[in-house]
């Protein structure tokens, strides 16, 4: 059975870092892009990166552009997003999934077998 299993959330000052992890079993990460979500209290789940099959090709939302890094290591079977500059905004619940379909990498419905997810804080 598919799992993705979030970590490394927590809660942290703003300018801080953080490096999440996604560690996938019961299907390998390899031939899949993946991506990463987020979803802050009262709002809908916005996208937040993703990461082709080949981890050649990297995409994110404007707001974490320059901050943010997506990357993968296929031997591990995990994904990962390391977060520099964190800002209060950044807060939220993150999310890993496999991009199951073909289509827009910011659309939630193309991905499937999402993780439990993992809190992000950031104190101003």
């Known amino acids: 059975q598919e799992q993705l299993v979030e970590s490394g959330g927590g809660l942290v000052q703003a300018g801080g870092s953080l490096r999440l992890s996604c560690a996938a079993s019961?299907?390998?990460?390899?031939?899949?892009?993946m991506g990463w979500f987020r979803q802050a209290p009262g709002k809908e789940r916005e996208w937040v990166a993703s990461i082709n099959w080949s981890g050649s090709n990297t995409y994110y939302t404007d707001a974490v552009k320059g901050r943010f890094t997506i990357s993968r290591d296929d031997a591990k079977n995990t994904i990962y997003l390391q977060m520099n500059s964190l800002k209060p905004e950044d807060t939220a619940v993150y999310y890993c999934?496999?991009?199951?379909?073909?289509?827009?990498?910011?659309?939630?419905?193309?991905?499937?077998?999402w993780g439990q997810g993992t809190q992000v804080t950031v104190s101003s």
């Open positions: 999934a496999f991009k199951l379909h073909s289509g827009d990498y910011y659309s939630a419905r193309y991905y499937g077998y």
């Open positions: 019961g299907r390998p990460i390899e031939a899949y892009a």
